[in-house]
């Protein structure tokens, strides 16, 4: 409508190649087709012929724009899909020389997207990158970063003659150190059913080749993630804490395995809050030893009062 009541009369819109009038809009991709012989149109769509089509329909709404681009995809996201249905845009069956066109641009555009070997290995990489992060409910950050260490990797060539598995694995859990996402290295061994001596060299490799700087997990930290391991209740774990800071403030925790020192800290905290936890399932939630845990406790009790 015009502002002073007027209804505007829009030209329609024509195709290029066939002259016809009969331009329709894809709801699906988003574009102008023709409808007559399927080709589609490269007005631009700021131009003046297709105002009305913004005005009505909304076309400035940033949510029609698609997926966002992504890492944890081979192509990003960006690629183009030639659909598997051989029906024109009015849904009518294509003739069979039309098929065999059709059908070979798709395969040539499938062979275009992987046309080397960083592109198809990255394909079967990101897959199981994925899947990988679905089984352990990471979060799309993580996964993202997982993704762009690899993308690094790759382009390293890293990759070739190595396995796939280890380095992906290796990917995700560099990618939960960088975001301190309480995910070790047993998780993501289990996750990706390889050996953590297989993830640890790839990630070494990846650290060295990359050039990449991990926070160092502290105390706390293990504190945490020990606890939440073992589904011990806040009091605990507000007591572990409590130690925790009392072993800092005394020196105690200088030179010691920070692992062994929490599983320590946590069984202390576990009997002043009188919930019943034994030294077992510490050391194997902590992947410590109970020597270990035994002379942690009697060297916290000789230097502090709990």
């Avoid at 939630?285 to 942690?296: M, Q």
Wanted: glycine content about 6%; some cysteine; overall charge positive.
């Amino acid at each position: 409508m015009h502002p002073e009541g007027k209804v505007e009369k829009t030209k329609p819109l024509v195709c290029e190649f066939c002259k016809s009038d009969s331009v329709i809009f894809d709801n699906v991709s988003f574009e102008y087709v023709c409808s007559a012989c399927g080709c589609v149109s490269s007005q631009d769509p700021n131009s003046d012929s297709m105002a009305s089509f913004r005005t009505n329909s909304g076309y400035n709404d940033r949510t029609r724009t698609g997926m966002p681009e992504s890492l944890a995809i081979h192509n990003k996201g960006l690629s183009t899909l030639i659909g598997i249905g051989d029906t024109d845009a009015r849904g009518k069956a294509l003739e069979p020389s039309q098929k065999n066109s059709i059908q070979r641009l798709r395969t040539w555009n499938n062979r275009a997207q992987l046309n080397d070997s960083v592109s198809r290995n990255l394909e079967k990489a990101l897959k199981l990158l994925n899947n990988f992060g679905d089984k352990l409910y990471l979060s799309q950050a993580v996964i993202e970063g997982a993704a762009y260490i690899y993308r690094k990797a790759a382009i390293k060539k890293l990759a070739k003659g190595r396995s796939t598995l280890g380095l992906v694995g290796a990917a995700l859990y560099a990618a939960c150190r960088e975001t301190a996402t309480p995910k070790t290295i047993t998780d993501i061994a289990t996750a990706c059913n390889i050996t953590t001596k297989d993830i640890m060299s790839h990630y070494k490799l990846i650290l060295k080749e990359l050039s990449l700087q991990m926070p160092v997990l502290h105390g706390p930290d293990y504190v945490t993630l020990i606890c939440n391991r073992l589904q011990l209740s806040e009091k605990t774990k507000r007591e572990a804490l409590r130690i925790f800071s009392m072993v800092q403030q005394n020196r105690i925790s200088i030179g010691k395995n920070p692992r062994a020192l929490a599983g320590s800290i946590i069984y202390l905290a576990s009997q002043n809050c009188n919930e019943f936890l034994r030294q077992v399932e510490i050391c194997q939630v902590a992947e410590i030893s109970t020597v270990s845990l035994r002379k942690r406790c009697k060297e916290i009790k000789s230097k502090i009062e709990l």
